[in-house]
């Protein structure tokens, strides 16, 4: 385990290499990222700051042009972290909490974040699951694609309505032509899922 040495709350002293290896293989071995982020923020907790000390206001001069300069004021909360040892938990440093299961501050606040913001119960992870359905495509844009789609040789089976391409076409030759020719007639092209769902759902099949 990674080594960040002896701190004030004495981390390494009131937890074992063994421990710690016990609370890394715990937490990898669950495989699963909704699970994982349980895990890291339970044994988190925030409470308010019970004494401040005073600080001057001051203002962060921002490198992106678009963002204000704005005041940073004292923290309204602080955080305690724990780890479970023989049913107990025990106290430890955030560098230590860090270390033990080998992961990035950024991923640790992003899930004690969410975990607050739903009420204590950790969201399921959205990544990778953005529904692109959402979004409607301006008709002169699909008419374009349709239009590009046509524009191909295709026949038709006897036994079945569906249209099926050339073997020698396929999706990736297509997209990459309809951008040349958007490029040329200086039009916004449409994003590669809009065009393969314009040629799955509305036009063509792929060939068999």
């Not at 001057?56 to 204000?68: C, D, F």
């Not at 501050?105 to 899930?111: P, V």
Request: aromatic share 10%; proline share 4%.
């Amino acid at each position: 385990m990674p080594d960040h040495g002896c701190c004030r709350k004495k981390c390494c002293e009131k937890v074992t290499e063994e421990d710690r290896v016990a609370l890394f293989n715990g937490f990898w071995e669950l495989a699963n990222f909704d699970a994982q982020n349980v895990f890291l923020s339970r044994p988190v907790r925030q409470q308010g700051v019970k004494r401040r000390r005073p600080r001057a206001k001051k203002a962060v001069h921002s490198a992106n042009p678009r963002k204000k300069n704005r005041l940073v004021f004292d923290k309204a909360y602080s955080k305690a972290y724990y780890v479970n040892v023989g049913g107990c938990d025990v106290a430890v440093c955030k560098v230590f909490f860090l270390a033990t299961f080998d992961i990035s501050s950024g991923r640790l606040t992003r899930a004690v974040g969410k975990q607050r913001a739903s009420g204590g119960v950790s969201p399921g992870d959205r990544r990778g699951r953005y529904d692109h359905c959402k979004q409607r495509l301006p008709s002169e844009a699909v008419d374009r694609v349709k239009s590009h789609i046509n524009s191909f040789p295709a026949y038709a089976r006897s036994q079945n309505r569906r249209k099926y391409l050339s073997c020698d076409l396929n999706l990736c030759k297509m997209y990459t032509l309809y951008e040349e020719q958007c490029k040329k007639d200086g039009i916004q092209p449409v994003k590669l899922w809009a065009y393969q769902k314009i040629f799955n759902n509305q036009l063509v099949f792929p060939s068999a």
